[in-house]
């Protein structure tokens, strides 16, 4: 016999109507949670006053009467006492109740009043002896009802009660006053009162955080132990190459460049994250640390996420670099078969002193003669996955991630929790904020009106559209039509050219080189300029549909104007903003890219936010990483104690089974 129908209430159907819903066992059972909670308690006549929604109870005093108002809408009307008050209550669609409403049956029904008191609209009516007080677990199971539903599972969970095994350490489950497995599950499908579902959702919360931090500061300890060549440089020469820069270094630089030196110097592999702003200045700093690395003699890569980014890399690096006799190459998948040879023959003889390109550089087959140091750009983009590509080549180079999400340093500790973090938080001198404001379509032309004046100033516009072409799908902008409604809009003489991810390499090249060279006035294009696209005279960019995006990559979209000396704008346009709140809001009032991300993880979650395949950050069914911090920062104080009281074979073992991307399951 399945154990299914060794629950009271279950027989043969109802097993089969289960195990299609994937539920095989009494296990199965107890761990579908209710999806919300409903309470019910009967109010007393004297809290109409007060409360519009009520549940009052009433006796019925005259049968009910029957109205068909038009198809598919009837009218029920009853005459009912509440309290020694004759009241007429009506209800839409529920004639069939009619039945049951004769003189002098109990009911409670829930709905408001009319002002007069004597008029009582129902959402609902239900016959008193029925009327189950207190908190009701919502399942919304398949063609289960609820109520058949919470017995089976109390059922089930009489029957497993003893069984359960919990994954969390007994003395931690009272350090952290969490609720054990057992009691957790009784009060998830059973809970008396909105405390006990506060503990309930404590429990998963703390279950979900412990379990993440236990991940992070494993891989952690593992990394601790990788073991690389200390990096030797020329400090003489660095000094050089820091002087001939045509600015001084901000603070902050300083500060990172330093911890980045630091790491390069010790045997143990660097895995720094170097997270601040669009324009605050980190690729001065990750080229700093390349050109030191070059100077002891080792090989650097810089991997970016696209080639319109690898290139503008490609492009600061010879300008800068290359004057102090540093060899650099251009590495993508478009780059001709011959010349690409030539550049991988190049990297294993060493003549080659740092190479830049997209992800080709770690798949392809190339072999370094001594590869020292990686610097991965946009990580969020890369993540864990790209990183385990490089262990399992063997390489162990010092790596520097860069991100311009940036996020709260103590969060970024939790989420990147496996690598250090340095941050930068302040500006270049002499930054000017972009302006920001968010319309409704109703405002269009006058943004387009704001850009022409601009234009006229002689700067450049962008125009970011979420779509590439129209789809019938959603009513989003796509650059097509939105190039054909601008030649309408924008006097003739100023150019207006579509930059979209399906051109080929080449072509996105040039559009961009046209646009940089300001042969183009107005750049129309999805998200592809999104990252390293630099053009100081662009004063102006409009984000169409901006509901499409999150809040951190609209602010690095914004984050491509604003790069010259005069003063930058950028609107947002979306109907969004007439149909619910606004949540663009925050781009107006501020320009920190801390405070935008930290919004950007409330409103979303991490795994939204960074994308959970790519970081390995998991989507929490409750635990919210910024809401529920203090929670997060307990569970990472259990997880050193745990894993320190591991031995090291124990820990390797954990390592191996968190390293996957797959979760563990929640219990
Ligand atoms: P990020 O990579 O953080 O987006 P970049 O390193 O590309 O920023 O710097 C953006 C721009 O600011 C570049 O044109 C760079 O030359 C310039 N810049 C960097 N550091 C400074 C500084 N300390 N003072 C003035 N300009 C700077
Ligand atoms: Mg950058």
Not at 405 to 410: E, H, S, Y
Request: charged share 25%; net charge neutral.
């Amino acid at each position: 016999m399945s154990e299914l129908l060794a629950v009271k209430g279950i027989g043969k159907v109802l097993e089969i109507k289960l195990k299609s819903l994937g539920i095989n066992n009494c296990i199965d059972l107890v761990r579908t949670f209710p999806i919300r909670y409903d309470t019910h308690r009967i109010d007393s006549y004297e809290e109409a006053m007060l409360n519009t929604e009520i549940v009052l109870p009433a006796k019925i005093f005259k049968n009910a009467s029957v109205a068909y108002i038009r198809r598919r809408l009837t009218k029920m009307t009853i005459i009912v006492l509440i309290d020694k008050y004759e009241v007429s209550v009506s209800i839409y669609n529920r004639e069939y109740l009619r039945l049951y409403m004769i003189k002098d049956a109990e009911i409670v029904i829930t709905g408001r009043f009319e002002p007069d008191f004597k008029h009582f609209v129902a959402s609902d009516i239900q016959l008193r002896k029925n009327y189950q007080e207190g908190i009701i677990p919502v399942y919304s199971v398949a063609n289960i009802s609820d109520k058949i539903f919470a017995k089976i599972v109390l059922g089930a969970y009489n029957i497993v009660k003893n069984q359960l095994i919990d994954d969390i350490p007994d003395t931690l489950l009272k350090k952290r006053e969490v609720a054990g497995i057992a009691d957790f599950y009784r009060i998830v499908h059973h809970p008396k009162t909105m405390t006990d579902i506060l503990a309930a959702s404590r429990r998963i919360k703390y279950d979900e955080l412990l379990k993440f931090a236990l991940k992070i500061v494993c891989m952690k300890s593992i990394n601790n132990q990788t073991i690389t060549r200390s990096k030797t440089y020329d400090i003489a020469k660095v000094r050089q190459f820091i002087a001939s820069l045509p600015f001084e270094l901000t603070d902050d630089q300083k500060i990172v460049t330093n911890e980045i030196f630091r790491d390069l110097k010790q045997s143990r592999q660097m895995m720094r994250l170097l997270q601040g702003d669009v324009g605050s200045g980190k690729t001065i700093v990750a080229m700093i640390a390349a050109y030191a690395v070059v100077s002891g003699g080792e090989q650097v890569a810089l991997m970016a996420p696209t080639e319109i980014l690898a290139h503008q890399h490609y492009k600061s690096f010879t300008e800068l670099i290359a004057p102090f006799g540093v060899k650099i190459a251009f590495l993508a998948s478009d780059v001709n078969e011959k010349s690409k040879s030539q550049i991988i023959s190049d990297l294993s003889s060493g003549l080659i002193d740092i190479v830049i390109g997209t992800h080709a550089l770690i798949q392809d087959r190339i072999r370094f003669r001594q590869l020292g140091f990686v610097i991965i750009d946009e990580q969020h983009r890369f993540g864990v996955r790209q990183r385990k590509i490089l262990r399992e080549k063997g390489w162990v180079p010092d790596v520097l991630f860069m991100s311009a999400t940036p996020i709260p340093r103590t969060l970024a500790i939790s989420v990147f929790g496996d690598m250090d973090v340095s941050s930068i938080r302040s500006m270049p001198q002499g930054r000017k904020k972009v302006i920001t404001a968010i319309c409704d379509y109703s405002g269009f032309n006058d943004v387009i009106h704001h850009c022409v004046s601009e234009l006229k100033k002689g700067h450049q516009v962008y125009i970011i559209v979420p779509l590439i072409t129209e789809s019938h799908k959603t009513n989003f902008m796509a650059v097509d039509t939105v190039v054909k409604e601008l030649r309408h809009l924008i006097p003739p003489e100023f150019t207006i050219a579509a930059l979209h991810g399906k051109l080929g390499g080449e072509e996105k090249n040039q559009i961009l080189t046209a646009f940089s060279m300001q042969k183009i006035a107005v750049l129309v294009s999805t998200t592809v300029v999104e990252v390293g696209v630099d053009v100081p005279n662009a004063t102006e960019m409009v984000i169409l549909d901006c509901e499409r995006f999150g809040l951190s990559q609209l602010h690095q979209l914004r984050g491509r104007v604003g790069r010259g000396k005069n003063q930058a704008y950028c609107h947002l346009v979306t109907d969004a903003i007439l149909l619910g709140t606004n949540r663009f809001a925050i781009l107006e009032t501020t320009t920190d890219g801390f405070v935008i991300s930290e919004e950007d993880l409330r409103q979303r979650g991490p795994g939204e936010v960074f994308g959970e395949e790519q970081t390995g950050i998991p989507k929490f069914r409750m635990a919210n990483l910024i809401t529920d911090h203090e929670l997060l920062e307990q569970a990472f104080v259990d997880a050193h104690l745990l894993i320190d009281s591991v031995n090291e074979k124990a820990k390797a073992l954990v390592a191996t089974t968190f390293f996957g991307i797959k979760e563990p399951n929640l219990d």
